[in-house]
């Protein structure tokens, strides 16, 4: 069964940093950044959503657990008073996936 962590500041800057670049290629790919601008575009974009980086209020960045072991990230975006609800990431380890920690999320 899975649990949810708060991501550690180290946790954050490593996902952080995968998730830029890896968001800069999908976006190349698709035709929405020129690749020799894409890293700075896709920054800008987390830095938009992300001000306070895991600290930006009513995002909510998890490292997926499973008996203790690192299985996923989860980072969602929750506004009660809006009743807004969005799943921005939910991605589990290459090694990990097809086991139902997706669906355990």
Same mark, same amino acid.
Request: net charge negative; no cysteine; charged share 30%.
């Given at each position: 069964?899975?649990?949810?962590?708060?991501?550690?500041?180290?946790?954050?800057?490593?996902?952080?940093n995968?998730?830029?670049?890896?968001?800069?290629?999908?976006?190349?790919k698709?035709?929405?950044?020129?690749?020799?601008?894409?890293?700075?575009?896709?920054?800008?974009? =987390?830095?938009?959503?992300?001000?306070?980086?895991? +600290?930006?209020?009513? #995002? #909510?960045?998890?490292?997926?657990? +499973?008996?203790?072991?690192?299985?996923?990230?989860?980072?969602? #975006?929750?506004?009660?008073?809006? !009743?807004e609800?969005?799943? =921005?990431?939910?991605?589990?380890?290459?090694?990990?996936?097809?086991?139902?920690?997706? !669906?355990?999320?």
């Open positions: 069964m899975v649990e949810l962590k708060k991501m550690s500041d180290h946790e954050f800057e490593a996902w952080r995968r998730s830029v670049a890896s968001y800069a290629a999908e976006k190349v698709a035709g929405n950044f020129k690749e020799e601008t894409a890293i700075e575009e896709s920054e800008r974009e =987390f830095q938009k959503l992300l001000p306070q980086g895991k +600290d930006t209020q009513d #995002h #909510h960045l998890f490292t997926v657990m +499973d008996e203790g072991e690192n299985v996923g990230i989860l980072w969602f #975006h929750a506004n009660n008073e809006m !009743k609800n969005y799943i =921005f990431d939910i991605e589990m380890l290459e090694s990990k996936r097809g086991m139902g920690y997706g !669906k355990q999320t």
